[in-house]
């Protein structure tokens, strides 16, 4: 336990054991221990998104499930980006007990460690985000991840990964980029590993949260951005200030959402609140997954046929040189012993899961192709 969380232990303690001890002393007078019985526990939880994200619906989507399932002991005060702390700052509020939960990704605690990058954003060995999103909770990654944040940083958080993101586009750009050589110079936005990604491909990075990403475009502080998907990026209205959309990419390809817990908050808990909060983490996947399909390819459509977007797919050159820039950082990040065995963890797990996933997949684009033809341009 930190210092700066005695204050919030003391809080969390006194309330459940003021409670506790109500409940004794009040039990001849029968309605105040009823009344004590059904007052729900509220947990304050943090996005990292902005309010018009479609993000906060897929957060409301595991805060609403957490509701029910909990038959309404568990009440979730979800709150936006900036309400209490920055969209990067979530994990030091949780940790601090500043906050109760958070709803967020990896990535954005990068400045504490590299090794964030890993759980989400880091090499793409040919592994999806559903791939790699077994790893975490079937291949030895959810380990890897608690002595991250838990033995190596010293944080006092619990930490769950859910909903596999769809690989996320290249990014908006303001004319066509097919060659290494044509984004030389770019300033870009991005977050993490994949700065250093952009950095060794000659580009400038920004890591910027999403809500001040279309600002630094029509200010000319940056060039070129990503952010994760059509419909974020559509709200942000990135239409509005690039209309260059290149799809595909080995930046970030293999991100989930991140649901973080102060520690003494979880822990204090029943055993079956934890449980719904843990395992909500799993039926929001799914939800958030059916969510993403439709609103991510309508949006996509209107992009290109209201707003004047040309949806592109990035280059082979590109995506190649993507690969190797990879192949460099790897060196550099298994110079870390913990990195190396989380890196090790990783290769194998792709290389024995990928394989039976390619052999078995059928190709999907000659069927596609059969049914609608001429759509697809690859």
């Known amino acids: 336990m930190h210092n700066s969380d005695h204050g919030i232990v003391s809080r969390r303690s006194f309330l459940t054991k003021g409670a506790l001890a109500g ?10 221990p009823a009344v004590l019985a059904q007052a729900p526990l509220v947990m304050k939880m943090q996005t990292s998104w902005p309010a018009s994200d479609i993000w906060m619906d897929f957060a409301r989507e595991y805060t609403t499930r957490v509701e029910a399932m909990s038959g309404g002991r568990l009440k979730v005060d979800l709150l936006p980006a900036g309400a ?118 000659g580009m400038s990075v920004a890591q910027l949260p999403g809500g001040e ?50 520690k003494d908050f979880y822990d204090d808990l029943e055993p079956d609140l934890q449980a719904i909060l843990k ?14 399909m439709n609103n991510y390819s309508a949006d996509l459509l209107k992009l290109q046929n209201d707003n004047g977007v040309n949806v592109r797919r990035t280059s082979k050159e590109l995506l190649d040189a993507q690969i190797k820039a990879w192949d460099g950082l790897i060196t550099e990040l298994e110079k870390d012993p913990f990195m190396k065995k989380v890196l090790d963890s990783q290769r194998a797990w792709v290389e024995r899961v990928t394989y039976y996933e390619l052999m078995n997949s059928p190709d999907y684009a000659l069927a596609y192709e059969h049914y609608f033809p001429g759509k697809l341009k690859l």
């Open 23 to 32: 409940g004794v002393a009040a039990a001849g007078t029968l309605a105040a």
């Open 213 to 262: 990403i279309v600002p630094a475009m029509e200010r000319g502080v940056i060039d070129a951005f990503e952010f994760n998907n059509p419909s974020s990026d559509m709200r942000f209205g990135a239409q509005d200030v690039a209309k260059n959309y290149y799809l595909s990419s080995y930046h970030q390809a293999s991100e989930s959402f991140e649901f973080l817990f102060n």
């Open 279 to 292: 395992y909500g983490v799993e039926a929001a996947s799914t939800s958030n997954t059916a969510t993403a």
């Open 84 to 201: 209490v702390v920055g969209a990067f700052q979530v994990l030091d509020a949780c940790n601090d007990g500043v906050i109760d939960a958070a709803h967020s990704v990896p990535v954005y605690w990068y400045g504490k460690s590299k090794a964030a990058s890993l759980f989400g954003t880091g090499p793409v060995f040919g592994g999806s985000a559903t791939t790699m999103l077994a790893w975490f909770n079937g291949g030895g990654g959810a380990e890897f991840y608690r002595e991250l944040t838990q033995d190596v940083l010293g944080l006092n958080i619990v930490g769950f990964l859910g909903f596999p993101m769809f690989a996320q586009p290249f990014g908006w750009f303001k004319g066509e980029v097919n060659t290494v050589s044509d984004i030389q110079g770019f300033k870009y936005r991005t977050v993490g590993l994949a700065a250093d990604l952009m950095q060794a491909m």
